[in-house]
């Protein structure tokens, strides 16, 4: 072999190494992914024509390539389904899934609940760091009764929504930080039928909450339900954005019950693919989570039709 041949060859190897070229052993190093993908449990959980086990959505999800669920346990719903935490836990790794995040609700513009919300919510923190999870999706109180699912007992006034509005705003800056020294973070989440509903009401609670410790946990289908536009709240508080509920609804929202707008995703109305462009112009980096309340259809078909669409539509504007 002449000078020439070595040096050609010598050349040839190192830029193979380089591009870690398949064939020849070399891993390529793959970019770091932004967004993790997960679905909610209630899509399985809240279906009305059977009684699904949770090992079935465990396996579903797993199947759809999704890498986390956004599971908060019911009393005794593990024992129900066969499952300790522990033996819980240890079906999500072998299932490659993570648990995205806890949903926590409660009057915390009542004082005198105080004790026992901070009981609560603390439980709620060492739950989350059993599965290794840090984000707390906080549901603001309901318009009339809170022990009511829908919240239906009355719409409540402005008036008196504005004062329990002010009145929450400060314990939820404590919960924030009590999240925050753990290593959490909680996001506060507009939702139809309770006091944070309408645009406005957005705008009051987090003009009242510090940024530092009061991020905002998007769902898309009650922001428009309620009268916003999702893609325009999520740009004024790109700064605050913490985790995500991805739902598709179409039509006007007629209190209680918002069940006859939902739709899977790509369905409906919301411009899905103008917020994930804001989030890769923001360079957002954290949990999607698909949640479907209801659907006409079966958990499985539901879940395989949006993440169709995910994969299809979503994905390739940003991942």
Known sequence: MNRRQFLKRTTAATVLAGVGFAGFGCSQQQPAKNIKWAMGWILWRDFRKADIPLSEAINNMYDLGLEGIEYTPRRDEL??????????????????????????GGNFHDSTRHSDILAAF????????????????????????????????????TEEITGKIIAMAPFLNELGKIAQDEGLEIGLH??????????????????????????????????DLGGG?????????????NYFHLKDITGTFTRPNFEPNLRELGNGEVD?????????EIGYKGWLNYEQDATQLTPAESANQSMEYINKTLKPIYS
């Open 79 to 104: 024992a129900k389904y066969g499952f300790t935490r522990e033996s819980f836990r240890d079906l999500l790794t072998e299932k490659k899934l993570s648990v995205a995040a806890n949903y926590f």
């Open 272 to 280: 899905f693919p103008g917020i994930m462009a804001l989030l890769k």
């Open 190 to 223: 507009p939702h139809v039928n309770t006091i944070v509903e309408t645009p406005a009401e957005i705008d009051m609670i987090m003009e009242l909450t510090d940024p530092k410790y009061v991020g905002l946990v998007p769902d898309t289908g009650h922001i």
């Open 122 to 157: 603390r439980n709620t923190i060492e739950n989350l760091k059993f599965y290794g999870a840090k984000n707390v999706v906080v549901g603001p109180p309901g318009r009339g009764n809170w022990t009511d699912y829908h919240h239906e007992a009355s719409s409540g006034g």
């Open 229 to 241: 536009n999702s893609l325009e709240i999520c740009r004024k508080y790109s700064s605050r954005l």
